[in-house]
């Protein structure tokens, strides 16, 4: 999942003469906040809807703005655009060679696309999310009660609760009836947050746990 995967070369690119009409114009055809600036070839920086807005007068130009130059090159990986991109809320994310010349880029809708690829989003299945502790955190453990119960982990994600502490892990697997897995992880004492499945198999899950409920409830 390299940078160099993704390209897409079918973005225009601006030159400092080119006018903050023309900019807006490009980007309102493109359905982008963001184009770079090329000169002789080479990347310089990336121009933003709002830099050109504040101009006075569409026939400023572009190399006016003031301006910033995030970029990734072709070996970079795909996590590494999406990082840039989610800080700085780009709409597009050049490309460059170590040299500095301008390849293409990587639009946001683009990224976002390799992203459901990356994590198999469209596949169908099951996901389950657990919280941890991060000293409790073992995927090989993990990756054994998925197996366990004859499934597989086709992707998993994984964050930091900024409030507890704690990691919290989303688990897709190749079951779409996921209670088998959802019970083996409670045996062994992990905390199930959410799962999602189909609606005919939760409520039989659900229908199951209120029974159990009564059960203890009328002893």
């Known amino acids: 999942m390299l940078v160099k995967d993704f390209i897409t070369k079918d973005i225009p690119v601006l030159k400092s003469f080119d006018t903050v009409e023309y900019g807006l114009g490009l980007m309102d055809d493109f359905k982008l906040k963001h184009l770079p600036l090329i000169e002789d070839g080479l990347y310089r920086c990336l121009v933003s809807e709002k830099e050109l807005l504040s101009l006075s007068g569409s026939k400023s130009t572009v190399g006016e703005a003031v301006l910033f130059a995030p970029s990734v090159t072709e070996s970079n990986h795909l996590l590494e655009a999406l990082a840039l991109v989610a800080r700085y809320k780009l709409s597009f994310l050049p490309v460059i060679l170590p040299s500095g010349e301008y390849v293409g880029g990587i639009t946001s809708d683009g990224l976002l696309n390799a992203i ?10 099951s996901i389950i999310m657990l919280e941890v502790l991060p000293l ?3 995927l090989s453990d993990i990756a054994r009660l998925v197996e366990s119960n004859h499934s597989h982990i086709i992707s998993m994600l994984s964050h930091t609760d900024k409030v507890t502490g704690r990691l ?3 688990i897709k697997i190749d079951l779409e009836d996921a209670s088998p897995v959802i019970r083996s992880f409670e045996r062994f004492n992990y905390t199930v947050l959410y799962y999602f499945m189909k609606k005919g198999m939760v409520d039989d899950l659900l229908e199951q746990r209120m029974s ?3 059960y203890y409830i009328n002893m």
């Open 212 to 214: 159990e409920l009564m």
């Open 116 to 125: 459901s690829d990356f994590t198999n989003a469209e596949a169908e299945g």
């Open 136 to 138: 409790d955190y073992s």
């Open 168 to 170: 919290l892990i989303s």
